[in-house]
């Protein structure tokens, strides 16, 4: 089975499926690594994202490929989320709400590594193809569960 496959069926994303999606990457945090707030999408009046064939990200996918010994933790300030590396978990989310408009609950940082090293593989899920997966709200303020966050295990 396909790393995440869990994570994407229960999200609605098949493997194997058309999904307009970037290439996954691999990153890894040594001691003191640590990655700043910030949001996955373009939100309002940036063209980073919008200007490219997928479109928007509508969603993220983070693998977690190891454990850490201390700190790490992803965390989702507006939201009051906190997921701590796990080896071979995944957390997924919706960037977009489903009106098209950036969710901004989902701004979210990795916590500074305290002992260990960090490794996480991510895949952006882009707009562009997913009008059958995921429809357009009808209300603008329309929000699965803040940040719908998934947090599972996958098989490798």
């Known amino acids: 089975m396909a790393p995440g496959s869990d994570v994407a069926r229960s999200s609605g994303y098949l493997p194997g499926a058309h999904v307009c999606s970037s290439s996954y990457q691999?990153?890894?945090?040594?001691?003191?690594?640590?990655?700043?707030?910030?949001?996955?999408?373009?939100?309002?009046?940036?063209?980073?994202?919008?200007?490219?064939?997928?479109?928007?990200?509508?969603?993220?996918?983070?693998?977690?490929?190891?454990?850490?010994?201390?700190?790490?933790?992803?965390?989702?300030?507006?939201?009051?989320?906190?997921?701590?590396?796990?080896?071979?978990?995944?957390?997924?989310?919706y960037n977009l709400l489903p009106s098209g408009d950036p969710d901004l609950l989902t701004r979210h940082a990795g916590c500074p590594v305290l002992a260990g090293t960090k490794w996480v593989m991510n895949k952006w899920i882009h707009v562009n193809d997913q009008m059958f997966t995921r429809p357009c709200g009808l209300e603008e303020s329309t929000r699965e569960k803040p940040a719908k966050l998934y947090h599972g295990q996958y098989t490798q």
Request: charged share 20%; glycine share 14%.
């Open 26 to 93: 691999v990153n890894n945090y040594g001691m003191a690594g640590q990655y700043e707030p910030h949001y996955d999408m373009a939100t309002r009046g940036e063209k980073a994202f919008k200007d490219s064939d997928g479109g928007n990200r509508i969603a993220t996918l983070l693998f977690y490929m190891g454990n850490t010994e201390a700190g790490g933790a992803t965390v989702f300030i507006d939201a009051g989320a906190r997921i701590a590396p796990q080896k071979n978990a995944a957390v997924f989310w």
